[in-house]
Nanobody, 126 residues
Framework: QVQLVESGGGLVQAGGSLRLSCAASGRTISNYAMGWFRQAPGKEREFVAAISWSGGNTKYADSVKDRFTIARDNAKNTLYLQMNNLKPEDTAVYYC???????????????????WGQGTQVTVSS
Protein backbone atom coordinates (compact mmCIF):
# COMPACT_ATOMS: atom_id res chain seq x y z
CA GLN A 1 0.00 0.00 0.00
CA VAL A 2 0.93 3.63 -0.26
CA GLN A 3 0.16 6.24 2.37
CA LEU A 4 -0.96 9.67 1.19
CA VAL A 5 -0.98 12.84 3.27
CA GLU A 6 -2.48 16.07 1.95
CA SER A 7 -1.52 19.55 3.10
CA GLY A 8 -1.93 23.14 2.05
CA GLY A 9 -5.62 23.68 2.63
CA GLY A 10 -7.01 26.67 4.43
CA LEU A 11 -9.27 29.68 4.31
CA VAL A 12 -8.94 32.04 1.36
CA GLN A 13 -11.01 34.84 -0.14
CA ALA A 14 -12.66 34.45 -3.50
CA GLY A 15 -10.15 35.12 -6.25
CA GLY A 16 -7.28 33.87 -4.15
CA SER A 17 -4.94 30.92 -4.63
CA LEU A 18 -3.83 27.84 -2.74
CA ARG A 19 -1.45 25.02 -3.53
CA LEU A 20 -2.25 21.59 -2.19
CA SER A 21 0.42 18.96 -1.75
CA CYS A 22 0.07 15.20 -1.36
CA ALA A 23 3.12 13.43 0.04
CA ALA A 24 3.32 9.71 -0.60
CA SER A 25 5.18 7.14 1.47
CA GLY A 26 5.45 3.38 1.59
CA ARG A 27 6.27 3.01 -2.08
CA THR A 28 7.14 5.18 -5.02
CA ILE A 29 4.20 6.63 -6.93
CA SER A 30 6.17 7.13 -10.11
CA ASN A 31 4.35 4.30 -11.93
CA TYR A 32 0.85 5.24 -10.80
CA ALA A 33 -1.78 7.60 -12.09
CA MET A 34 -2.86 10.05 -9.43
CA GLY A 35 -5.92 12.17 -8.91
CA TRP A 36 -7.56 14.87 -6.83
CA PHE A 37 -11.15 14.67 -5.69
CA ARG A 38 -13.26 16.86 -3.46
CA GLN A 39 -16.32 16.47 -1.30
CA ALA A 40 -18.55 19.27 -0.08
CA PRO A 41 -20.99 18.81 2.82
CA GLY A 42 -24.02 16.81 1.76
CA LYS A 43 -22.58 16.03 -1.65
CA GLU A 44 -20.88 13.07 -3.21
CA ARG A 45 -17.14 12.96 -3.77
CA GLU A 46 -16.38 14.41 -7.19
CA PHE A 47 -13.50 14.32 -9.60
CA VAL A 48 -11.28 17.40 -9.80
CA ALA A 49 -8.15 16.47 -11.77
CA ALA A 50 -5.96 13.53 -12.70
CA ILE A 51 -2.46 13.02 -14.04
CA SER A 52 -0.84 10.10 -15.78
CA TRP A 53 2.03 8.18 -14.22
CA SER A 54 4.51 10.02 -16.43
CA GLY A 55 2.92 13.42 -15.93
CA GLY A 56 2.45 13.79 -19.66
CA ASN A 57 -1.34 13.67 -19.64
CA THR A 58 -3.81 15.48 -17.45
CA LYS A 59 -7.58 15.82 -17.20
CA TYR A 60 -9.74 18.33 -15.35
CA ALA A 61 -13.34 18.67 -14.36
CA ASP A 62 -15.05 21.37 -16.40
CA SER A 63 -15.70 23.36 -13.24
CA VAL A 64 -11.98 23.82 -12.52
CA LYS A 65 -10.49 23.86 -16.02
CA ASP A 66 -8.23 26.86 -16.66
CA ARG A 67 -8.12 27.62 -12.92
CA PHE A 68 -6.51 24.50 -11.41
CA THR A 69 -3.29 22.75 -12.41
CA ILE A 70 -2.28 19.26 -11.37
CA ALA A 71 1.38 18.34 -11.32
CA ARG A 72 3.65 15.71 -9.89
CA ASP A 73 7.28 15.46 -8.81
CA ASN A 74 8.14 11.79 -8.90
CA ALA A 75 11.58 12.45 -7.45
CA LYS A 76 9.88 13.88 -4.36
CA ASN A 77 7.06 11.33 -4.43
CA THR A 78 4.62 14.22 -4.27
CA LEU A 79 1.48 15.33 -6.08
CA TYR A 80 0.33 18.95 -6.29
CA LEU A 81 -2.79 20.91 -7.10
CA GLN A 82 -2.37 24.61 -7.84
CA MET A 83 -5.71 26.35 -7.42
CA ASN A 84 -6.13 29.89 -8.75
CA ASN A 85 -9.10 32.22 -8.93
CA LEU A 86 -10.87 30.26 -6.23
CA LYS A 87 -14.63 30.51 -5.91
CA PRO A 88 -16.94 29.85 -2.95
CA GLU A 89 -18.24 26.77 -4.75
CA ASP A 90 -14.73 25.29 -4.55
CA THR A 91 -15.20 24.93 -0.79
CA ALA A 92 -14.78 21.25 0.09
CA VAL A 93 -12.47 18.68 1.59
CA TYR A 94 -9.87 17.81 -1.04
CA TYR A 95 -8.47 14.30 -1.30
CA CYS A 96 -5.58 12.89 -3.28
CA UNK A 97 -5.74 9.34 -4.53
CA UNK A 98 -3.57 6.78 -6.27
CA UNK A 99 -4.38 4.07 -8.77
CA UNK A 100 -2.11 1.20 -7.77
CA UNK A 101 -2.12 -0.64 -11.07
CA UNK A 102 1.09 0.44 -12.78
CA UNK A 103 0.94 2.60 -15.87
CA UNK A 104 -2.78 2.45 -16.53
CA UNK A 105 -4.74 5.39 -17.87
CA UNK A 106 -6.07 7.59 -15.07
CA UNK A 107 -9.68 7.33 -14.04
CA UNK A 108 -12.27 9.95 -13.13
CA UNK A 109 -14.38 7.89 -10.74
CA UNK A 110 -13.51 7.40 -7.07
CA UNK A 111 -13.93 3.63 -7.41
CA UNK A 112 -11.01 3.51 -9.82
CA UNK A 113 -8.57 4.61 -7.12
CA UNK A 114 -7.06 2.36 -4.50
CA UNK A 115 -5.38 4.55 -1.91
CA TRP A 116 -6.68 7.79 -0.43
CA GLY A 117 -5.37 10.51 1.83
CA GLN A 118 -7.26 11.84 4.82
CA GLY A 119 -8.21 15.07 3.08
CA THR A 120 -7.50 18.76 3.59
CA GLN A 121 -10.17 21.42 4.03
CA VAL A 122 -10.38 24.29 1.55
CA THR A 123 -12.76 27.10 2.40
CA VAL A 124 -13.33 30.01 0.03
CA SER A 125 -15.14 33.03 1.43
CA SER A 126 -17.12 35.41 -0.73
Amino acid sequence: QVQLVESGGGLVQAGGSLRLSCAASGRTISNYAMGWFRQAPGKEREFVAAISWSGGNTKYADSVKDRFTIARDNAKNTLYLQMNNLKPEDTAVYYCAAQLTPRVRFGVRPGEYDSWGQGTQVTVSS
